[in-house]
Nanobody, 118 residues
Framework: QVQLVESGGGLVQAGGSLRLSCATS????????LGWYRQAPGKQRELVAR???????NYADSVKGRFTISRDNAKNTVALQMNSLKPEDTGVYYC????????????WGQGTQVTVSS
């Protein structure tokens, strides 16, 4: 089992910045990918950014150049630095972990609210 706990959400004006953090615990050795997803009201959950244990990174097109994901393998944490925030970035942000081996089990945090006002 893997446990994920997010922190750092809040209310910010458009153009502002927030930093989300996710602390992981449990069977961390089983995890390859850590990432962030978000879900806006009435919309499906979508990938924001993900990073593998080897450091390969993917971003959603909508956040490229504004968001930066980072991972500290020694501390078992993953962070998301969000700059130049837009109202459309509003939603609940979830930390995600994906297991190394098939069937690549997914683990989720409880989510943290990010609200960007215009």
């Amino acid at each position: 089992q893997v446990q994920l706990v997010e922190s750092g959400g809040g209310l910010v004006q458009a153009g502002g910045s927030l930093r989300l953090s996710c602390a992981t615990s449990g069977s961390i050795f089983s995890i390859n990918v850590l990432g962030w997803y978000r879900q806006a009201p009435g919309k499906q959950r979508e990938l924001v950014a993900r990073i593998t244990s080897g450091g390969s990174i993917n971003y959603a097109d909508s956040v490229k150049g504004r968001f930066t994901i980072s991972r500290d393998n020694a501390k078992n944490t993953v962070a998301l630095q969000m700059n130049s925030l837009k109202p459309e970035d509003t939603g609940v942000y979830y930390c995600n972990a994906e297991a190394r081996v098939v069937p690549r089990r997914q683990y989720w945090g409880q989510g943290t609210q990010v609200t960007v006002s215009s």
